[in-house]
């Protein structure tokens, strides 16, 4: 498949055409041999290192490397040298391992830990991988690891190809466009600025090398830790191939052990990193245009938030904010105190967040232009040209965020916008987006931390290293409060620096539809916190597309509407009061349930555990799960199917096994079983799993808007065993480094004979205001004789007409018990 590279066969009509001119001329005699594929031999040498064994045919090298228990790293060196080794997305490489060993066998070697085995074959250099059960997982096809020498800029095209089984799906690569299941299908990776992209357009804004493999029941991940373009072939020209390739660096890729798609995904965060804890008000309704400007326009907006009861944290101000288009400046004339007016905002609850963008307007005047002129910051070319290009300010140069002096320098240009209260940070065109020629040339040079390369190594990791900068800097200029930052391109690891979204969509049914499978895809690829443009940024959405995306939007872990500013205003009250109604009703939702969402959040960053779970992770041994793809699990105890259709009423819902609670009914259903489902346009179908405890805030206007008196725990029996975590701290700060935090650990029972029982551990030293639980027991299939907490018996409960048990009680209890007659 990898053939169709054509760079080897102009190398080979040029070799045709000297060889037509030795004919003619014969005195000289040019011998150039044609660029050809170049195969790894039988092994003959053997040698080990540590955790680190390399395989040597006389020539190439591979080096086999134990990671973890779950975890081995494969490298390839054409000519018996490896590239130094340096990875962003990869902090530290080595984590712990119980034990490992290399054994020789007859025809092959193994490299073993008490999980996995790697397997080398000594004739043909085949590697594969099993678990310790003898289940073969991923092995190498004819051929698998080779190269061809780069003429042109060096170096080689490296190649690896696999076995793709005939029950085979894929899963991964971040927010590619198109089916969640990549099987047959061929991607790109070159972040793109993929302005209004469609249904399967290749490739988009980011670059997440990492895809997960499920069959014969059992998940493995492969991560190919390349920078540079890359590809993935998923059985699209052979049905049994799966390949990737690149353009240049090393072949190093990891191999992830599973067997469960989420241990992939959470040994995938355990290599590349999990998001921060971001600061609480991130969570809430965001509201962004191109743009809000003057500032009696932001106000407006501001005023209609509030006078509507519709709850909003953030306004975003896009470029329209600078003077002209100068990052780290303002428009007087729209912005005359633009300190007043931030502050103005957080009076009434508003963060204000703005976009900055890499592209540094080339002005003698400016200062941003004449700081980095003067050290030396800007990309230049190979001729030690600087890298020129015109974006949004006209002509511009680029700082080379891949240096770590210019990552320090501009992480304080932030300064004076932090000392004006400006909460978050939008990075914006970081892919990098060039005007007319798209991007950099190739031969705009980098320093890549030392470790020097060209923009084909390092245009992919351009715009994680510009948001690095940003994340970096704040964290120091904001002292303890934790920095909010968005970018648009990025690489694999970018989550330690940013939320993310889906880019520059549109306000069609189809997209909706993309954007809610780019999330789930992003989630399971590492990139927790993420959302789309709520409504389309380009198009015209009505009333009911506006309104279905609101409440996808309400369980995406980045909500935010945003549209361009040639398309009409998208507030949640611009279609009519009918869809104001029910748009407030689901941001009201989203903030009911902050407390479970900020809870979700802490068991990715702690844990790794992705935010959003697509059915396949749920229940990865039914195969129809592979191919369903719009609903997902907002952590572990909601499955939220979004309504996708437009005019639907209903939507068909597959539960997957366990019992059920419908979220607005409370109607109980039996997993592994499809249903018909109302979903009328004020209503979308929610599920909670039986056994779950859910935590409830009052409805904000803001996040902490009001002092928390009580909590409401809302608990959904079940007759089998079922844990539940809730997390507090302060919410804006890292004093959760220090344990001043708290992680309850729920556990519910219920047994028709005896009654309900529900325990709680707490771990941590945050001490949160409130004192009070308010318990809402729903689903008891008993009659209530006492309720007994802690030894002591609450008298004051009351059973509604909806069958549910309300009563309180502290919030530090052990074990409430909850008799049956």
Known sequence: MEEQNDQPNEVNELVEKAQEVQHLNNPVDISVKPIVKQYLGAVKKVKKEGNRFYFSDGDARVEVRVVSDEIIRVRMAPHGVFLDDFSYAVPEVDQKVSVFKMQEHEGYYTVSTHSVTCKIEKENFHISFSDNITNLVMVDEANSMH??????????????????????????????????????????????????????????????????????????????????????????????????????????????????????????????????????????????????????????????????????????????????????????????????????????????????????????????????????????????????????????????????????????????????????????????????????????????????????????????????????????????????????????????????????????????????????????????????????????????????????????????????????????????????????????LRYRLMPYLYSVFWEHHRYGFPILRPLVMLEQENISNSFRQDEFCYGDKLLICPVLEQGAISRQVYLPKGLWYNFWTNEVLDGGNEYNIEAKIDSMPIFVRAGSVIPEYPVMQYVDEKAITEVALNIYSCDYEVNSYMYEDHGDTFAFEQDIYLEKKFTVKANDAQGLKINQRIEGLYTPNYEFYSCHIIGMKFQVKKIIVDNKEVTDYHIDDRSVLHFKCLKNFTEIQILSL
């Open 147 to 588: 190269w061809e020498e780069n003429v042109d800029f060096g170096g080689y095209y490296i190649y690896a190809t696999k076995k793709c089984h005939s029950e085979e799906n894929f899963f991964g690569l971040g927010d590619k466009s198109g089916n969640f299941n990549l099987r047959g299908r061929r991607f790109e990776n070159w972040n793109t600025d993929a302005y209004s992209y469609g249904w399967n357009q290749d490739p988009l804004y980011r670059t997440i090398p990492f895809y997960i493999g499920l069959h014969n029941q059992a998940a493995y991940g492969i991560f190919f830790d390349n920078t540079f373009k890359s590809y993935f072939d998923f059985g699209s020209e052979d049905v049994n191939k799966t390949s990737f390739w690149a353009d240049g660096g090393e072949l190093q890729y990891y191999y992830i052990h599973g067997p469960h798609i989420m241990d992939v995904v959470k040994r995938y965060a355990s290599l590349t990193g999990t998001h921060p804890m971001p600061p609480k008000w991130t969570l809430g309704y965001q509201q962004c245009r191109w743009s809000y400007y003057p500032e009696t326009k932001v106000k407006e907006i501001a005023k209609q938030f509030r006078d509507r009861k519709i709850p909003c944290d953030a306004i975003y101000l896009d470029i329209d904010y600078m003077d002209g288009y100068r990052c780290f400046t303002w428009n007087k004339k729209y912005f005359p105190d633009p300190r007043r007016m931030i502050k103005e905002l957080a009076n009434d609850g508003f963060k204000t967040v703005v976009m900055i963008d890499p592209g540094i307007k080339v002005d003698d005047d400016y200062w941003v232009f004449k700081e980095g002129k003067d050290n030396k910051y800007f990309c230049r070319r190979s001729d030690d040209y600087f890298m020129e290009g015109h974006v949004w300010p006209g002509r511009c140069q680029f700082p080379d965020f891949t240096n770590p002096k210019v990552r320090k320098w501009w992480g304080k240009l932030y300064e004076e916008l932090v000392d004006m209260g400006v909460a978050g940070f939008w990075n914006d065109m970081n892919e990098p987006a060039v005007f007319g020629s798209g991007t950099f040339p190739n031969d705009v040079r980098h320093n890549y931390d030392g470790y020097r390369g060209s923009h084909r190594k390092a245009h992919n990791v351009y715009g994680m290293q510009m948001v690095r900068s940003t994340y970096e800097g704040l964290k120091k200029l904001m002292r303890n409060k934790r920095p909010f930052t968005i970018t648009r391109a990025g690489y694999s690891g970018m989550q330690r620096y940013a939320s993310v979204w889906t880019g520059d969509n549109i306000a069609t049914w189809e997209h909706l539809k993309i954007g809610n499978i780019q999330c789930q895809r992003l989630s399971v690829s590492g990139v927790p916190f993420c959302g789309t443009d709520i409504g389309g940024f380009s198009g015209e959405p009505d009333g009911e597309l506006f309104t279905r995306w609101i409440q996808l939007g309400t369980f995406s872990p980045f909500m935010r509407a945003h549209s361009a500013g040639d398309t009409a205003e998208r507030e949640p009250w611009s279609f009519g009061g009918f869809f104001e109604d029910i748009n407030r009703k689901f941001i009201e």
